[in-house]
């Protein structure tokens, strides 16, 4: 189980109903976007199931018995698909990816990485830098695999890498 | 036989009162002359007690206060203007350099309140911002709400709500709160409870429904209160400014 600090809002129960005034609503979002993220990460955790949004204490604080209705958490994440914070897996947009970081950060972070350790110009398999010893430590070890392809297909757009595939084998070769 | 009054009595008479008349504004005046030499040495006194003791006047809480009254009991404020003698005192300064403080602090906690501080709160966070170096220079509430008041030339930004029981709200946002308004603050603010709802207005105000309804509406629609929905029984409308965890969360600049 993740310990975070929770905030404030996490004990003030209109937190949990989505508020209808904009500028209050936007506070709410900010808020909510917040702790999701810090929630996430405290838990190693890149995925959100709307469906099971109800189960996670994340969205259900059984102290001041208020719940986040799976439509809320809908709105919130959809906010965060704006800002490039998110995106549901399916269009179905019952399973959603969280990024902690944009994935324009995600890919200057494993390339800063690569740059410090001097593997310009080499090969490397996806599995190695999720897995590998050498990233242990590093904030992007453990990263879910489609978010650490798509923030390699970031840093591919700009020319500082190349996705390949061998075998079964994802690779990307960094310049 | 009998004499009818003539017209000397009359005469005489009118002349007595003329003369009582005028004797008596004579002393009035005299009385008035006497007063306002009077206040005017006090006057003079106190601003010579003033200047001997400006920094006593800024450091001792106490003694700003009792000052403060000697000052509003004969009509002088040493707030007012920045002309003649009373600027130089600095006593002014004081208060100017505290209201910058109060609109900081006001700005700080303004995401999470909606521009509605309790004035407790306003004091914890404006001691705590004022540091340790000036810590003799400890704050009463009259000093805040004397500073507040003056900020309020800059317009109806800044505004002090009674809520009763010696408590007050500093509200930094553009806008009146209407009597009701005030009214349901009031109420929260008795109950202790932070939120309030429609039933409770009526049950405790004599309120009608609409009447509970467009108060608690408009202060949702001016940031000040939030909407609960998930009470089994109805919708509540909830202060930040008065929710304990929010007054005590540490403020975002």
């Known amino acids: ?175 | 036989m009998r004499r009818r009054a003539g017209v000397g009595a009359i005469q005489k008479q009118q002349l007595e009162r003329e003369k009582y008349r005028e004797k008596g504004s004579e002393i009035q005046e005299n009385q008035f002359l006497q007063m306002q030499k009077q206040l005017e040495v006090f006057r003079e006194n106190l601003e010579e007690f003033a200047s001997k003791h400006t920094n006593e006047i800024k450091k001792n809480a106490q003694f700003r206060r009792q000052f403060q009254e000697m000052c509003a009991a004969i009509g002088v404020d040493p707030l007012a203007s920045g002309k003649g003698f009373w600027s130089v005192l600095g006593i002014g300064d004081f208060y100017y350099e505290l209201g910058v403080q109060i609109v900081e602090v006001c700005l700080a906690t303004n995401y999470k309140n909606g521009g509605l501080i309790t004035l407790e709160e306003l004091r914890t966070r404006l001691i705590a911002a004022r540091g340790k170096a000036k810590k003799h220079q400890d704050i009463t509430n009259e000093d805040l709400l004397a500073a507040v008041k003056k900020l309020k030339i800059f317009g109806n930004g800044f505004t002090v709500v009674s809520i009763g029981k010696g408590k007050w709200l500093v509200q930094s946002i553009p806008g009146e709160l209407n009597l009701d308004q005030t009214l349901v603050l009031q109420k929260a603010s008795s109950l202790g409870t932070a939120w309030i709802s429609i039933s409770m207005l009526a049950g405790d105000l004599g309120w009608n429904e609409t009447r509970a309804e467009n108060a608690l509406n408009h202060m949702v629609k001016e940031g000040l209160a939030w909407v609960d929905n998930q009470d089994p029984k109805e919708t509540l409308f909830w202060f930040p400014s008065m929710f304990s965890d929010c007054v005590e969360a540490a403020a975002v600049s």
């Open chain 1, 1 to 175: 189980m993740a310990e975070i600090a929770w905030p404030w809002q996490y004990n003030f129960p209109p937190f949990f109903t989505i508020q209808p005034h904009s500028e209050t609503r936007q506070k709410q979002l900010a808020a909510w976007e917040e702790l999701i993220v810090q929630y996430l990460k405290s838990s190693k955790q890149y995925i959100i199931d709307v469906r099971e949004s109800q189960n996670t204490p994340l969205f259900s604080n059984p102290a001041i018995n208020r719940k986040l209705s799976q439509d809320a958490v809908l709105t919130i994440l959809e906010d965060m698909a704006r800002c490039g914070r998110a995106a549901p897996t399916d269009k179905t947009k019952t399973v959603w990816e969280v990024y902690w970081h944009s994935l324009d950060e995600w890919g200057n972070m494993i390339y800063s990485w690569v740059s410090a350790n001097g593997l310009n110009n080499s090969v490397c398999t996806l599995f190695e830098l999720r897995e590998g010893e050498t990233t242990e430590g590093e904030e992007f070890h453990g990263l879910d695999v489609n978010i650490l392809t798509k923030a390699l297909k970031s840093l591919e757009v700009k020319g500082k890498c190349e996705l390949m595939e061998f075998d079964d084998n994802q690779g990307v070769k960094f310049f």
